[in-house]
């Protein structure tokens, strides 16, 4: 029983981990995406900027060509008006093409934290489903703080093209579910830390029973919280 729980509380804290390290390389997707997001958009007003002066340039060029009634001329203004108006296509090209391209980026880097911010939430219902046991084991306790720091950032960091009223509403669950389960137990059997975590003693020294607590996961029994636990 003992290696079983050792087994699972490193599955766990390799579960922690690994979360840790995909929310980094999100978060560097994230910063990537938004630098990328940056430039088209000076390339945009770039391109706005050479757009208003190429028709500026073309109204020059027929107000030439008015004026300019020379048989000599009128095939240079027109051949001059035929190159301007195809910059002018390809310049409303570019344009057209780069505030596409800035509407998928957006799109895709909404849709990437909604996903993230889904996957982390579907995590934190789970740890809820079994808020007594995390309660008894301090690297789950830590891992739904993590979760949960994650969830607020995430959630944060969407955009508001994306709104969604319900999306914190597993997170708001969570909490008020965990303050219950912590209003059940006695004063003397909990010690709340000024970072927020809970940490339930087993025995008067204030270390946990591997034993007793597998036990206590498989029968689901309540567990017995040892009153005068010391830190």
Avoid at 15 to 37: D, P, W
Avoid at 164 to 191: F, K, V
Avoid at 195 to 213: E, H, N, T, V
Wanted: with cysteine.
């Amino acid at each position: 029983m003992n290696a079983a729980l050792n087994y699972s509380i490193s599955i766990r804290l390799q579960l922690s981990e690994q979360m840790n390290q995909n929310q980094e390389s999100r978060l560097e997707e994230t910063r990537h995406l938004n630098g990328a997001v940056a430039k088209l958009r000076k390339e945009l007003q770039e391109a706005r900027a050479k757009l208003q002066t190429t028709v500026f340039e073309i109204d020059r060029v027929h107000a030439e060509s008015h004026r300019q009634q020379d048989t000599v001329q009128i095939p240079l203004l027109q051949e001059r008006l035929s190159e301007k108006e195809h910059q002018l296509t390809e310049l409303t090209q570019k344009f057209s093409n780069s505030k596409q391209l800035l509407s998928e980026n957006l799109h895709q880097a909404a849709l990437e934290l909604r996903r993230q911010y889904e996957a982390i939430d579907a995590a934190l219902e789970t740890l809820h489903s079994i808020q007594s046991i995390v309660l008894q084991c301090p690297p789950l306790a830590k891992l739904q703080r993590d979760l949960e720091e994650t969830n607020f950032q995430c959630a944060s960091s969407l955009p508001i093209m994306m709104p969604d009223l319900n999306a914190n509403a597993a997170l708001a669950t969570i909490n008020t579910s965990t303050n219950i389960a912590m209003a059940s137990y006695p004063p003397n059997q909990i010690e709340v830390a000024n970072k927020g975590f809970i940490r339930l003693w087993l025995d008067q020294r204030g270390q946990q029973d591997p034993s007793y607590l597998l036990k206590n996961i498989e029968t689901k029994e309540k567990m017995e919280i040892l009153p005068e636990a010391q830190d």
